[in-house]
């Protein structure tokens, strides 16, 4: 089967009045349709310029990315990016909130409207759909904005560090629910956190980026031998020590560098 996304050899820099930061040095992967895979890496080693890449907000200096075997431009592979802020707007309730990116790729139709309503009732958020954003907790405003990123049916989901701004508690709550979300619906899904953690509790595999400019050290396919294999299940299992100490170990080793 032909990937869902193909990564080679990308490589980006920014470029600012006061000079070049160079973010990627050479990143290749690819990425079956289904899979989900969490990115782990130091912070500002260029996690959030892979996904702004992948999405197409910005394009590579080199290397290519393809989505089904298009290029990026020529591919109508709906790609949708959930960010670490849940930016949903006050002055629009829940509903108008999640539906706002229908709106503006003129798509509201009876179908979009109906499913709307189900992803909301399906997450439990039917009884806030007028609900102002300021009227839900933390973990409730970051299932609207999921809400709001899958109604657009997206073939895969990027997701940039979006629990980090819950606490402890919720996160560990939020985190394994949406995992468990985005695995029912089947999505194809890159999580990119620097929670070792979470990464673990819900990535089929896991790519580790060294420090800026960005390559892959390592990646580790996550196998658990749990009947029921959950985000919840996986912190308890054995196996979850030992992924955890190995790959705490290659992010802090730096001795290659
Ligand atoms: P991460 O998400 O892993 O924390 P980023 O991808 O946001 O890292 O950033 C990688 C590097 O690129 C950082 O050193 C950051 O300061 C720099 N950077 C990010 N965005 C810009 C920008 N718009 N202009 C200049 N430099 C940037
Ligand atoms: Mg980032």
């Known amino acids: 089967m032909e990937p869902i996304l193909e990564l080679k050899q990308i490589q ?11 973010a990627l040095s050479d990143i290749s992967f690819s990425l079956k349709e289904g899979e989900f895979v969490s990115i782990v890496g130091p912070s500002g080693c260029g996690k959030s310029t892979l996904l702004s890449l992948i999405s197409g907000l910005i394009a590579p200096e080199n290397g290519s990315i393809r989505l089904n075997g298009k290029p990026l431009k020529e591919s109508t592979t709906n790609v949708g990016y959930m960010l670490q802020k849940d930016h949903l707007f006050e002055w629009r309730t829940i509903y108008h909130n999640v539906i706002l990116g229908l709106e503006i790729q003129h798509m509201m139709t009876a179908k979009t409207h109906a499913h709307a309503l189900s992803l909301l009732d399906t997450y439990g958020l039917s009884q ?3 609900a102002r954003p300021s009227e839900l907790s933390g973990g409730m405003r970051q299932r609207a904005a999921l809400v709001r990123t899958l109604v657009l049916e997206p073939d895969i989901l990027l997701l940039d560090e979006p629990f980090s701004a819950l606490d402890y508690q919720t996160r560990l709550t939020v985190g394994d629910d949406i995992g468990q979300i985005i695995r029912s619906e089947k999505k194809t899904a890159i999580l990119v956190t620097h929670d070792l953690s979470e990464a673990i509790s819900l990535g089929d595999r896991i790519i580790i980026l060294s420090n800026r400019p960005a390559y892959i050290k390592q990646t580790v396919p996550m196998i658990f031998s749990l009947e029921k294999d959950t985000p919840l299940n996986r912190r308890n299992a054995p196996e979850f020590k030992t992924y955890f100490n190995l790959i705490w170990k290659e992010l802090n080793d730096h001795a290659a560098e």
């Open 128 to 130: 806030f759909k007028d």
């Open 12 to 22: 980006y820099s920014y470029h600012t009045k006061d000079g070049e930061t160079k």
